[in-house]
């Protein structure tokens, strides 16, 4: 069974940097594809950013130049590092893994295993 557990959330102000951690078990890490997304209060779920098993990676356009995604395999763990961040970025970040030998995707339906998710509020 694979689990999935977020850290790293908090609060910051507006332009601070956050770095959140996802920690992934039950499985071979290092053929999921992962993903971050985020739900803001009474919106939907979006994309932020995925990286495949090769380290590729793709981001939603807002967040390019700002966010990195990374993972490090020897520690089962895919980083999200958030620079600059905004207001209206506050929301649950959640991490989350495909299938083995995946490509990463924008699309949440493509994977299996949710995080429980993480807060990030971004204060003016």
């Known amino acids: 069974q694979v689990q999935l557990v977020e850290s790293g959330g908090g609060l910051v102000q507006v332009g601070d940097s956050l770095r959140l951690s996802c920690v992934f078990s039950?499985?071979?890490?290092?053929?999921?594809?992962m993903g971050w997304f985020r739900q803001a209060p009474g919106k939907e779920r979006e994309f932020v950013a995925a990286?495949?098993?090769?380290?590729?990676?793709l981001y939603t356009n807002s967040v390019k130049g700002r966010f990195t995604i990374s993972r490090d395999n020897a520690k089962d763990t895919v980083y999200l590092e958030m620079n600059s961040l905004k207001p209206d970025e506050t929301a649950v970040y959640y991490c989350?893994?495909?299938?083995?030998?995946?490509?990463?995707?924008?699309?949440?339906?493509?994977?299996?295993?949710w995080g429980q998710g993480t807060q990030v509020t971004v204060s003016s």
């Open positions: 989350a893994a495909r299938g083995p030998y995946s490509a990463p995707s924008t699309d949440s339906e493509d994977y299996w295993d």
């Open positions: 039950g499985r071979s890490f290092s053929t999921a594809a």
């Open positions: 990286i495949g098993i090769t380290g590729s990676a």
